[in-house]
């Protein structure tokens, strides 16, 4: 897991190597068409999903604009309660993420004992053997628990986060021992010195992660597929699976609106933050 | 208790609970998969026994194993290297001060933070004989029609592609960090020197992101793996296994056909290849990058 230092803030010297002239119009043209390339599949559904279905492929200016196909969509399944198991889904799963990778990378960070490094290993075999891998063994574990078709059931493998826990690991790691050892003499336990001194120090850590933990677990699909049966513990992704491949199957306007329903809180989310959304994703991938 | 022993039980205490999950859903299914293929699949009225290597001979025997593999060879040469070499590109050039760069930045991470399986729908439908948007396209060129999902010569490809999409720009967010991260020194005495943009490249950017290219490289690997989610949506692994990956098959054994045992022995392939990743990254790559 090495990767780039630190992003520096450059000063305002001139790159020579910054195209000019007639490079940088090349260059701005193969980016742009790259980048219409790129949203392409997004636009395209945005134009089916505005417009009645029978101009779904006929691509003309004046075609009338709708909002039918959403509220099609809408009524045609339960979204709302879709919605709501996604929401309690992201939050259960980033709440326990946090508490659970916190302790354990304090204790990784600044607490020196016998088997450290030998549970780092194991805590880092995630990072490989991720948990979609062991699907077959972990819905044994949750049907002898009897958790099936229900939303801790598509949790629980994934409360315990390796890479969560390496990301705080190294902003801990980071932390000046001086803070440390200041709380200590004022007589704080270590628990204490945790929650007043590195907490606060590793928000930005914490931001970064929590937005990715989010993304990833809004669309995540084939565990929450595999574990779920009903309404009542479905996710977005998974309902509108259902929804897409049973008799919604022909009406191209309806699916696309319905698709564009289940990623609308993270695509306004990155539009309106784009800035922390990219630095957050660089961040957890620089370690 | 001396300081050393009370330092190990609070440490232990405070990896508890991260180590109680990580044991229970990935260490032991883990083992219990490699266990588990050492026996049969139990049925209502067999429970499971010991069956040595049978599910490993049945593996060796199974085309549609062999299928699977071969398929997953091809869909990770292509979108390794292509989604690798596409998020460089991007990433240079939206390192410049290019025209609309906050733009550009913004179409090529968009993918990213969109669910697979509702743009798969979005890709469906692009695909989609007739109708489809590639058919117009194709067919305004006055080219042939073409089921480009249903056709066994072109269904993999189309899943490589939209692979490649929805990856590309996750990975140029790695190469633009480190691209700003380059000391503009360097820039500036290479062009004393005269060197050339491309050389410059070459010889000076290009070997300095090396550790973000082997980092980018073992995710890729790991994707590969593990982007299946569109298949579910886009082909279902048709046509005639045509576009089955590993990781879709162990799906389809373990809960379309309940045959855990034999799941769990496509399981241990799969662990097997991931370790290897580890191995090679590990054992060989990362002694030579700067680790902290």
Same mark, same amino acid.
């Given at each position: 897991?090495?990767?780039?230092?630190?992003?520096?803030?450059?000063?305002?010297?001139?790159?020579?190597?910054?195209?000019?002239?007639? $490079?940088?119009?090349?260059?701005?043209?193969?980016?742009?068409?790259?980048?219409?390339?790129?949203?392409?599949?997004?636009?395209?559904?945005?134009?089916?999903?505005?417009?009645?279905?029978?101009?779904?492929?006929?691509?003309?200016?004046?075609?009338?604009?709708?909002?039918?196909?959403?509220?099609?969509?809408?009524?045609?399944?339960?979204?709302?309660?879709?919605?709501?198991?996604?929401?309690?889904?992201? #939050?259960?799963?980033?709440?326990?993420?946090?508490?659970?990778? #916190?302790?354990?990378?304090?204790?990784?960070?600044?607490?020196?004992?016998?088997?450290?490094?030998?549970?780092?290993?194991?805590?880092? &075999?995630?990072?490989?053997?991720?948990?979609?891998?062991?699907?077959?063994?972990?819905?044994?574990?949750?049907?002898?628990?009897?958790?099936?078709?229900?939303?801790? $059931?598509? &949790?629980?493998?994934?409360?315990?986060?390796?890479?969560?826990?390496?990301?705080?690991?190294?902003?801990?790691?980071?932390?000046?021992?001086?803070?440390?050892? $200041?709380?200590? *003499?004022?007589?704080?336990?270590?628990?204490? *010195?945790?929650?007043?001194?590195?907490?606060?120090?590793?928000?930005?850590?914490?931001?970064?992660?929590?937005?990715?933990?989010?993304?990833?677990?809004?669309?995540?699909?084939?565990?929450?597929?595999? *574990?779920?049966?009903?309404?009542?513990?479905?996710?977005?992704?998974?309902?509108?699976?259902?929804?897409?491949?049973?008799?919604?199957?022909?009406?191209?306007?309806?699916?696309?609106?319905?698709?564009?329903?289940?990623?609308?809180?993270?695509?306004?989310?990155?539009?309106?933050?784009?800035?922390?959304?990219?630095?957050?994703?660089?961040?957890?991938?620089?370690? | 208790?001396?300081?050393?022993?009370?330092?190990?039980?609070?440490?232990?205490?405070?990896?508890?609970?991260?180590?109680?999950?990580?044991?229970?859903?990935?260490?032991?299914?883990?083992?219990?998969?490699?266990?588990?293929?050492?026996?049969?699949?139990?049925?209502?009225?067999?429970?499971?026994?010991? /069956?040595? @290597?049978?599910?490993?001979?049945?593996? @060796?025997?199974?085309?549609?194993?062999?299928?699977?593999?071969?398929?997953?060879?091809?869909?990770?040469?292509?979108?390794?290297?292509?989604?690798?070499?596409? %998020?460089?590109?991007?990433?240079?050039?939206?390192?410049?001060?290019?025209?609309?760069?906050?733009?550009?930045?913004?179409?090529?991470?968009?993918?990213?933070?969109?669910?697979?399986?509702?743009?798969?729908?979005?890709?469906?439908?692009?695909?989609?004989?007739?109708?489809?948007?590639?058919?117009?396209?194709?067919?305004?060129?006055?080219?042939?029609?073409?089921?480009?999902? =249903?056709?066994?010569?072109? +269904?993999? +490809?189309?899943?490589?592609?939209?692979?490649?999409?929805?990856?590309?720009?996750?990975?140029?967010?790695?190469?633009?960090? +480190?691209?700003?991260? @380059?000391?503009?020194?360097?820039?500036?005495? %290479?062009?004393?020197?005269?060197?050339?943009?491309?050389?410059?490249?070459?010889?000076?950017?290009?070997?300095?992101?090396?550790?973000?290219?082997?980092?980018?490289?073992?995710?890729?690997?790991?994707?590969?793996?593990?982007? /299946?989610?569109?298949?579910?949506?886009?082909?279902?692994? =048709?046509?005639?296994?045509?576009?089955?990956?590993?990781?879709?098959?162990?799906?389809? /054994? =373990?809960?379309?056909?309940?045959?855990? +045992?034999?799941?769990?022995? @496509?399981?241990?392939?799969?662990?097997?290849?991931?370790?290897?990743?580890?191995?090679?990254?590990?054992?060989?790559?990362?002694?030579?990058?700067?680790?902290?």
């Amino acid at each position: 897991m090495s990767a780039a230092p630190q992003p520096v803030v450059t000063a305002a010297r001139s790159d020579p190597y910054a195209p000019k002239g007639l $490079a940088l119009t090349l260059e701005s043209t193969g980016a742009i068409l790259l980048a219409l390339l790129w949203v392409l599949p997004l636009a395209y559904a945005v134009w089916a999903a505005i417009h009645p279905a029978e101009y779904t492929t006929r691509f003309v200016l004046t075609a009338p604009l709708t909002l039918d196909n959403f509220t099609r969509a809408w009524a045609a399944a339960p979204f709302a309660r879709y919605f709501l198991n996604t929401f309690i889904l992201v #939050t259960m799963i980033l709440a326990f993420q946090l508490v659970l990778g #916190t302790l354990a990378a304090y204790a990784l960070a600044r607490q020196d004992f016998w088997g450290r490094d030998i549970a780092f290993a194991l805590i880092l &075999a995630q990072l490989m053997i991720m948990p979609d891998a062991l699907i077959v063994e972990n819905y044994r574990t949750l049907a002898r628990l009897d958790l099936i078709d229900t939303i801790p $059931a598509i &949790a629980l493998p994934y409360i315990a986060s390796a890479f969560g826990i390496f990301l705080l690991r190294q902003t801990f790691k980071t932390v000046p021992k001086e803070l440390d050892d $200041a709380a200590r *003499v004022e007589g704080a336990s270590p628990l204490q *010195v945790l929650m007043k001194v590195y907490v606060p120090l590793a928000k930005p850590t914490y931001v970064a992660y929590g937005l990715v933990s989010v993304s990833y677990h809004w669309n995540n699909f084939l565990w929450p597929l595999l *574990v779920t049966n009903s309404v009542e513990s479905r996710p977005l992704t998974v309902g509108l699976q259902v929804f897409s491949s049973s008799d919604q199957g022909i009406d191209w306007a309806v699916i696309c609106a319905a698709t564009l329903m289940t990623s609308a809180p993270l695509l306004i989310g990155f539009l309106l933050f784009q800035r922390q959304f990219v630095q957050s994703f660089m961040r957890a991938g620089i370690k | 208790m001396n300081s050393r022993a009370t330092a190990t039980v609070h440490g232990w205490l405070l990896l508890l609970p991260a180590m109680a999950c990580l044991a229970l859903f990935t260490h032991w299914p883990a083992v219990a998969s490699l266990i588990e293929s050492f026996y049969s699949t139990a049925k209502a009225r067999r429970p499971a026994r010991f /069956v040595g @290597l049978d599910n490993y001979e049945q593996l @060796l025997a199974d085309p549609i194993f062999w299928k699977a593999m071969s398929n997953n060879l091809w869909f990770a040469l292509g979108t390794i290297p292509t989604s690798i070499a596409l %998020a460089l590109l991007m990433a240079v050039w939206v390192n410049d001060k290019i025209v609309g760069r906050t733009w550009v930045r913004m179409a090529f991470f968009t993918p990213t933070i969109l669910p697979m399986i509702a743009v798969a729908n979005i890709w469906l439908f692009f695909f989609t004989p007739q109708y489809g948007l590639l058919e117009q396209i194709v067919g305004l060129f006055g080219g042939r029609s073409t089921n480009w999902l =249903g056709s066994q010569d072109t +269904a993999l +490809a189309a899943i490589t592609v939209v692979a490649i999409w929805k990856e590309a720009g996750f990975f140029m967010i790695f190469y633009l960090a +480190a691209l700003q991260a @380059l000391p503009p020194s360097l820039g500036e005495a %290479a062009a004393i020197e005269g060197a050339s943009r491309w050389t410059y490249f070459r010889r000076i950017q290009f070997p300095l992101l090396m550790p973000t290219t082997l980092f980018v490289l073992i995710n890729a690997v790991i994707n590969a793996f593990r982007m /299946v989610d569109h298949i579910f949506v886009m082909t279902r692994g =048709g046509p005639d296994n045509a576009t089955t990956l590993l990781l879709f098959y162990i799906y389809q /054994v =373990g809960f379309s056909f309940w045959d855990t +045992a034999y799941a769990a022995t @496509l399981t241990c392939v799969l662990l097997a290849l991931l370790a290897l990743v580890a191995f090679v990254q590990y054992g060989i790559l990362e002694r030579r990058t700067h680790y902290r």
